[in-house]
């Protein structure tokens, strides 16, 4: 099993930034990619970015540019760097972790919110 907990959400006006991070505990070893996801009110949950453990990147095309994922192994520790943020960015952010071997993403945190106020 594996654990996940985000935090650093939080209020921000539209063109400012917020830097989330997740921390992973439990069977690390298993985990090969970890993401960011994020559901805003009245939508689907949609992925926002993923980093692979050789830190291979991924992002959705509305926040490239903007966003940088990245991971820290020795920390067991994710990260999602916000930039310019606009307020169709609001929504809660999940961190998800992908096992070796898995098709979908085995573990998620508890989410965090993230409001940009225009």
């Known amino acids: 099993q594996v654990q996940l907990a985000e935090s650093g959400g939080g209020l921000v006006q539209a063109g400012g930034s917020l830097r989330l991070s997740c921390a992973a505990s439990g069977s690390i070893r298993s985990i090969n990619a970890m993401g960011w996801f994020r559901q805003a009110p009245g939508k689907q949950r949609e992925p926002v970015a993923s980093?692979?453990?050789?830190?291979?990147?991924n992002y959705v095309d509305s926040v490239k540019g903007r966003f940088t994922i990245s991971r820290d192994n020795a920390k067991n520790a994710v990260y999602l760097q916000m930039n310019s943020l606009k307020p169709e960015d609001t929504a809660v952010y999940f961190c998800?972790?992908?096992?070796?071997?898995?098709?979908?993403?085995?573990?998620w945190g508890q989410g965090t919110q993230v409001t940009v106020s225009s």
């Open positions: 998800a972790a992908l096992k070796y071997g898995s098709i979908r993403y085995d573990y």
């Open positions: 980093i692979t453990r050789g830190e291979s990147t």
